[in-house]
């Protein structure tokens, strides 16, 4: 709770040092779930001051737990979709974000005030660089996907991206 105050706050360094120890808590007693809101939110910090490096490993470990459990966390496909965008992967963040709101919709998933804003952004950034010919496929192809489906393409654009040649 004190690090999600501090995050919205903008507070990044109390943020991460209260993730930091919560995600470690969270590996002590064995709680898979809360480790990916804890590398959730490290990715999210991350991202936030501009450590693409970080961002990327930490919502890998996100990625990684959510397809070992099957928990469909539908907000660490949109947090690595934003990431994909500001690494210049528009077309792979656009499918992504598309995917995930396609599965919003199914599932009547309601974003807060904070992570619609995120979302909002990340598709415009990608409405800036993509045409409406690719963005509208791009879009069409997210949509189609399945749960699986999208874990798995969200891993493998992850994994591919290389956060040392963007910009930010």
Excluded: K
Aim: aromatic share 6%; proline share 1%; charged share 30%.
């Amino acid at each position: 709770m004190l690090g999600e105050i501090a995050y919205n706050l903008t507070d990044f360094d109390l943020a991460r040092t209260r993730a930091e120890e919560a995600l470690a808590i969270s590996r002590q007693l064995g709680e898979r779930l809360m480790e990916v809101r804890w590398q959730f939110d490290l990715g999210n910090i991350a991202t936030e001051l501009g450590d693409h490096s970080e961002a990327r490993a930490r919502y890998l470990d996100a990625v990684s737990i959510v397809r070992d459990l099957d928990a469909r966390d539908i907000a660490v496909v949109e947090a690595c979709a934003e990431l994909l965008a500001r690494l210049d992967q528009y077309e792979q963040a656009a499918e992504l974000l598309a995917a995930a709101d396609n599965l919003s919709c199914q599932t009547r998933r309601c974003r807060s005030a904070t992570v619609q804003t995120r979302y909002e952004a990340a598709i415009a950034l990608c409405r800036d660089h993509l045409g409406a010919d690719v963005l509208a496929t791009a879009s069409a192809r997210g949509r189609s996907l399945d749960w699986e489906s999208v874990i798995e393409a969200t891993w493998e654009r992850l994994e591919s991206a290389c956060p040392g040649e963007t910009s930010t």
